[in-house]
Structure formats: structure tokens, C-alpha cells
């Protein structure tokens, strides 16, 4: 997998300095510099002004942009959307935090290592614990210079599980020729909904990541977000959809029969207009060594893509 020459310094930088006093994350009696801080949005208010400043970025703020929409919107859930600024309103670090998931975006102009150990402390060792305080596992969404930082800096959580994802999205024009189109599916099929309680279990294990994701969260992605799927004639599922964190699109899968026809083009333009109708821009990630997909989506009309980024299952240590 490539990283941006900037990204390998980085990592570079991290490996070299992994005993230095500036990787330990801060002491929680110490204090802060000026930029040291950290700032709850609970104000419709402030996350309509965060979403105005970030939007021009939608192509590394997808997520986030999502969760401010969510947050806004929101749509029942069982948990709360929590979004934090880091940092100055200026050059800031924001999180968004649904439990379990987590998404981390660094500042416009690139990481400041001191604002990012401060951030992971208190993340993990403060914030988590009060607003999650019974939930061991976490799914983070974030830029391929975080997790390295992770690892050597926080000792209360694990990296389970770290992987390359290629992000992409849709620009404004693509999200216009697609509220134009009219979506039908071919012969010997229907356009439906999938049935959570009856289905999940069965959607969750086609998913190649089911067995390292909790298969109530499966449930409940499909119970309280979008999802789009495809039938045969005799009502087995043939190919669907699903919404993942941050309203990601995920869990894209057509069976290996069902293959070839189009199936799987069609569902992800089902569940994507379903976001566009919601009010959010529609993002997906494509494993790194997805060769097949990436080529495909980068052939698309539909996208355009977006930075490398990681996606990692963190574990609280016993």
C-alpha cells in the first residue's frame, strides 16, 4: 500500500522517537498549553458553523461532516453522537464519538504531535469512560499517522485490528446526476428492505469483517440506519448495503450467484440516494489491497476519491 512520502516521515519520525518525552501522553495534573483544550459542541449553533467551515473538505471530512448531520438530524439511536474540538477553533482537531465508534480528523493543515498526545489522553483515559463507560471495544476511523501514535502512547487500549482503506465520495455534481436517475432493477429481481431481526444474522456473517465486529451491532445499524438490498423473485436475498459508522457505506455484498449483473452497482446507488434524501453526503471505503473494487470505483461516474485512511478495532485492556 502507498503512503504519501509526508505520511512515511511521519511514521519515520515516530519510530525514532518512541521513548521521547513528547510521544508520552500528557499527565493528567498537568497544564495545558493554550492550544491544549478541548470543547463539547452541543449547540445547534456550533455544528451548523463547524459543518459551513468544513464542507469545502468533504473530501478528507466525510465522516465527520456526516456526524455533524447526524447529530443535527438526529435519528433515533440507541446512543448519542458526541463531536469535540481540540485545539484553537482555528487549526483544530475534531472527534466525533458514537458509541463504539470513533472518528478523528486532524487539522486542515496537518498534525501537531503535542495537541495529538493531549487528545488521545484524554480520549481514552477521560472522555471514554464517562460517556462509554461499559463498552471494551471501539471502531476508529482515522488519517494512516494516528494509530502508530496510539500504540506507542496510550497504554489502557490495544490495536486489535488496523487496516488501509481507500475513501471515497461523492463531489456536488455526482450527487446531483444521481438524485436525476431513476433506479430499477433488472429482470427476475425486486428493489426491497432488508427484515433486521430476521436477516442480520445472515448478513452479518456474509460480511467479510463480521467476525471481528459484534453481530448485535449489525442489528442495530440495521434497525436504526439506511440499508438498500436486492431480491430474487422467490425472496432470498441476492445483494444489499448497509450503514456503517459516521453513515459510511458498508457491508457491500452480492452473492457469488448473483454475480455479474449489475447487483451490486444498483445497491449502492439505492443506498446512496437514500443518504442524499436524508441530508447526507454518501462515502465508502475500499480495502487497500481491493485491487478490483478500487479500479472499478475509480472508473466510476459516481465517485471521487479521497485520501488513504485507516480503520482500526481498539480494545481496553484488562
Not at 519510530?15 to 493554550?34: D, Q
Not at 465508534?101 to 493531549?118: E, V
Not at 471501539?138 to 475513501?167: A, C, Q
Request: net charge negative; aromatic share 12%.
Amino acid at each position: 500500500s502507498e503512503i504519501d512520502q509526508k505520511d512515511l516521515r511521519f511514521l519515520r519520525f515516530l519510530e525514532s522517537h518512541k521513548s521521547a518525552h513528547s510521544l508520552l501522553p500528557l499527565p493528567f495534573n498537568s497544564r495545558p498549553s493554550m492550544n491544549s483544550s478541548y470543547h463539547l459542541l452541543k449547540s445547534r449553533r456550533e455544528l451548523i458553523d463547524l459543518h459551513e467551515h468544513l464542507s469545502p473538505y468533504n473530501k478528507e471530512y466525510s465522516p465527520l461532516l456526516n456526524a455533524v448531520n447526524f447529530a443535527l438530524l438526529s435519528p433515533p439511536t440507541p446512543t448519542r453522537m458526541f463531536i469535540y474540538r481540540f485545539g484553537d477553533s482555528i487549526d483544530s482537531y475534531y472527534v466525533a464519538v458514537h458509541e463504539p465508534n470513533i472518528f478523528i480528523g486532524p487539522p486542515i493543515d496537518g498534525h501537531h504531535l503535542s495537541i495529538l498526545n493531549y487528545l488521545l489522553h484524554e480520549l481514552f483515559n477521560i472522555i471514554l469512560p464517562d460517556i462509554a463507560p461499559g463498552t471494551s471495544k471501539f471502531v476508529l476511523d482515522t488519517d494512516t499517522k494516528v494509530p502508530p501514535v496510539i500504540e506507542y502512547s496510550i497504554n489502557s487500549f490495544s490495536v486489535e485490528y488496523s487496516g488501509l482503506f481507500r475513501r471515497f465520495y461523492m463531489n456536488d455534481d455526482q450527487l446531483m446526476q444521481l438524485q436525476k436517475m431513476t433506479i430499477t432493477a433488472p429482470v427476475g429481481y425486486t428493489i426491497s428492505e432488508i427484515d433486521a431481526d430476521d436477516e442480520y444474522n445472515e448478513i452479518h456473517d456474509a460480511w467479510p469483517y463480521g467476525k471481528l465486529m459484534d453481530r448485535e451491532l449489525t442489528r442495530q445499524q440495521l434497525l436504526h440506519l439506511p440499508s438498500s438490498c436486492i431480491r430474487c423473485n422467490d425472496g432470498s436475498l441476492a445483494s444489499w448495503e448497509l450503514s456503517h459508522h459516521f453513515m459510511k457505506m458498508s457491508h457491500h455484498f452480492t452473492y457469488p450467484s448473483h454475480r455479474g449483473k449489475g447487483l451490486g452497482v444498483l445497491t449502492e446507488l439505492l443506498i446512496a440516494k437514500r443518504y442524499i434524501e436524508l441530508g447526507y453526503r454518501p462515502f465508502k471505503g475500499v480495502s487497500d489491497d481491493n485491487e478490483g473494487v478500487i479500479r472499478g470505483t475509480r472508473g466510476s461516474p459516481h465517485w471521487t476519491e479521497g485520501r488513504l485512511h485507516s480503520f482500526c478495532i481498539l480494545r481496553r485492556k484488562e
